[in-house]
């Protein structure tokens, strides 16, 4: 009998309490090694919104299994999970030789950038224990009760702030008053005008 390489997606019913899912994975990986199938990888992606409903249910419990297995036994596999209620769909896929290189390299990648993670995160707890000595001092400089900076501070912090003396204000002019004079001096120079041309 040939077996081929399989991904299956099987999305169990998230209204059941953990165990009960549990179980549900345990009976298919138990499932595929008493047919002869050998379990590669399993992928628990946990409860998800569904985009449609599926037996009245909005939400599902995705789990992804790659496997190697013979056709006739992924049928009956089949056969089996459209017979139990806890399953609301389930997919199996053939896997080919690329996907399977695909799949190899982001695994390999999605471990690195973990490990960086890590040891990011281990270099941030290291420094931070080391700067944690002296931290307190450097934090609050004023905290020895020094009153002579404190009195210099409100000064300084103006200062900071752009704020400066306000200076006196220039005469501020009147827009309709300037127009006005401008209207009386020309009805001046349009009167002498009209007198002279009248002599």
Not at 54 to 71: C, D, L, M, P, Q
Not at 120 to 148: F, I, S, T, W
Request: aromatic share 6%.
């Amino acid at each position: 009998m040939s077996t081929n390489k399989y991904e299956m997606v099987v999305i169990i019913d998230a209204a059941l309490e953990d165990e009960a899912i549990d179980r549900e994975v345990e009976w298919i990986k138990s499932y595929l090694s008493e047919q002869g199938g050998e379990l590669e990888t399993l992928d628990l992606w946990g409860r998800r919104r569904l985009a449609y409903a599926i037996k009245k249910k909005s939400e599902g419990y995705y789990a992804v299994f790659r496997f190697t297995i013979g056709r006739d036994t992924l049928r009956g596999l089949e056969r089996e999970l459209g017979l139990r209620e806890t399953v609301l769909r389930y997919m199996a896929v053939k896997r080919s030789p690329a996907a399977d290189e695909a799949y190899a390299e982001a695994a390999i990648e999605a471990e690195l950038k973990a490990e960086q993670a890590r040891l990011r995160q281990e270099e941030a707890a290291a420094r931070e224990e080391a700067e944690g000595g002296g931290g307190e001092q450097a934090a609050d400089p004023g905290a020895d009760g020094d009153a002579d900076a404190a009195d210099e501070t409100p000064a300084a912090e103006s200062a900071a702030e752009g704020d400066e003396p306000e200076a006196a204000e220039p005469e501020s002019t009147d827009p309709s008053t300037e127009q006005n004079e401008d209207e009386g001096e020309a009805e001046k120079a349009a009167t002498s005008t009209t007198a002279e041309t009248a002599d």
